[in-house]
């Protein structure tokens, strides 16, 4: 702000404190359970339910990281690479729901995540639970924000935002690719075409719009 600008602060308390006053007094900063500085408390509600939410993130890492294991062990190289980086985003997921707490003066809860299940009776039981994950993380995703939106957490909405546009964007995908395994059922050569296709990155439908990229 420019000197000689009056301030605008429509509580009017905040912006005095930046103005010379002939006192020493120190700000009141509330801090958050790390001592840090806090700008906006978070509803409790809200708070447990972004904890339960990057406790699923980590969750879908180990399944997808699993489920790479699986595909790999019956050398089906293409789906075990894209379940790898499936499960490398979802962890990236996670970080970033801990960075956003540790932004708002949180402190990040780590829960224990458990063994991921590594049996399956067919390639379309795999999938199918895996779209099926997708659905529930975009369901947690949608009461993060109800939660938001009913206590005027307008930080959480803006942080939420580009992560629900990707999630809707995974569970597409992953309607994509279990409805073409659906299609290849038990044939090894279809199945081996789909392999080839996630080798080569190719896992998204195609889009007819500008939105998102078909590349
Ligand atoms: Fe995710």
Redesign the pocket.
Known sequence: MKAGITCCDPRGNVMSNLQASGTTTTPNVAVGPAGRALAQPMDPALLDALQQHLTM?RR?SAFYFANALWFGERELRGFSKFFHGESQ??ST?AASFADYLVARGQTVQLEEIGAPRQSWESFEEVMAASFLLEAD?TASLQQLYSLAERSSDTRTTVFLDPIMEG?IQ?EHEFAHLLGRVRFAGEQAAALLILDAELAEGNNNPYYLGERFSNG
Do not use: D, G, I, L
Request: charged content about 25%.
């Open positions: 993130e879908a985003s979802e997921h993380v999630q995974s």
